[in-house]
């Protein structure tokens, strides 16, 4: 028995009992608090798999938008989770939970212990192909070439996501700026953090955005990065937050994704289908767009933790 | 020296996992904050250490992403802390 | 020269460990929470900053060393920062029981 496995077994475990321990969670405060945790256990339990892109997609995401946004939540909820916390589901609701965790576990359970052999892989396949994108990073090459589709979706779900949080405000407050009351002194410690840590954060998070073509990184992971760095600004009141319908915000917003679609039906004419980059600007564009993408990524995420419009818009 | 950096890691993680039984006891939201700040800080510190022993350099970035976010959910706690109580105050008085 | 860092690692790692443990017991075992927070802090900077000494000897290069240094003193500044803010979290719940 190796140190390794022992770490392995222990992290397996831990993980297990950390997700009852925040199911069975008597507040929702601490059940987020045990998330944040959770995604913490998590970032390790990938990083032992060999699945370092993983590991910081969830630590970049985990311990900042969905913590906050978790947090944010939860704090709101708390006067009325007395209330809520009296309900209980019904038999019926019990009954089907009960059989689909349980043909869930058995589907899993199946998988592990009866693997095919070979193992089926398109590992190989994604490899081959890598030094014609001129992208070393494997993850990269399936999110911004062979899968490009689903990126391009993905980035599509969030701004709608947004539209969904901002259609949440009251008609007086449309076009106004979101919630995120600044509550600190302008002398106090936050307002330190929030002076020191952006510059160094916005270095890290462009390192993590351009060393994604040859190593673990890449836009989702950079675009968190900063818009946790935009967010403490905010939050500490050294900028305010800015109102909704502002056309430089908006623009900032679908940026990525136009982008990213323009290119997609340049694909038509130039190559030869939706999403084929030609082949000798292959690396450009892909850097092109994962720039845009960084960008509008940050400001969605951070204006989904902002929430919807609070106030009303300045005139 | 590979062995001994993975025991290392998993001795760090079992110490602060240990830690987490704050969370499940309080007996106030900070000690559950206190906790979690714990568990970040002992699992920057067994990534460092997985990073070396295991041969994973990328994994340094996952740590250099953990440590840069550190804060930002006690800012977050402490952010929505105030405006809660108030509510509270409200609710109880009207 | 190779077996002198190599020992150099072991110690300082280990030394790292032991606070870890500290800052363990002190957050299990103390009876307030701003006690607590005092033994956190040991965790948070002593224990990593151990922890970060100790690699250094074994990073593959100087932007290694460099970010390892960089995670340090970020872990320096959050610890710092959070502490002053969960401590005037912890006056404030004092402050309403």
Redesign the interface.
Known sequence: MTAAMVLDVGLALLVVAVAVWIVAAGSAFAAVVGFVSFGLLLALAWARLAAVDVALTEAAIGSGVTGALLMTAASRLRPTESRSAGERPGAFLHVVAAVLAVLVSAGLAALVLIPASPAPSLAPAAAVHLPELDVLNPVTAVLMAYRAVDTLLEKIVLLLALIGVWSLAPDRFWGGAPGLWPRSRPDGELTLLARLLPPIGIVVGIYILWVGAIAPGGAFQGGAILAAMWLLIMIAGLRPVPEIHRQWLRLVLVVGPAVFLTVGFAGFFLPNGFLSYPAQFTKPLIIVIEVVLTLSIAAILGLLVAGPPERERQR | MAEFLIAAAGFVLAMVALGLARILRGPGDADRMMAAQLLGTGGIAALLLLAAGTDVPAAVDAALTLALLAAFVAVAFVNNAPRTDAAERRATDG | MRVLF?SF??LA??A??VF??A??VG??RFPD?LS??HA?TK??NL??GL??LG?LP???GPL?AL??I???L??Q??????T???A???R??NQ?A
Request: proline share 0%; net charge neutral.
């Open positions: 190599d690692t072991v790692v280990s790292g460990a870890f443990l800052g363990t957050l299990l929470s607590r927070l956190l965790a948070d224990g990593l922890v970060v690699l074994q990073a593959t290694v970010k390892l960089t995670v340090w970020l872990a500044l959050a610890g710092a920062i959070v002053q803010l969960v005037r979290a912890v404030r719940e309403e």
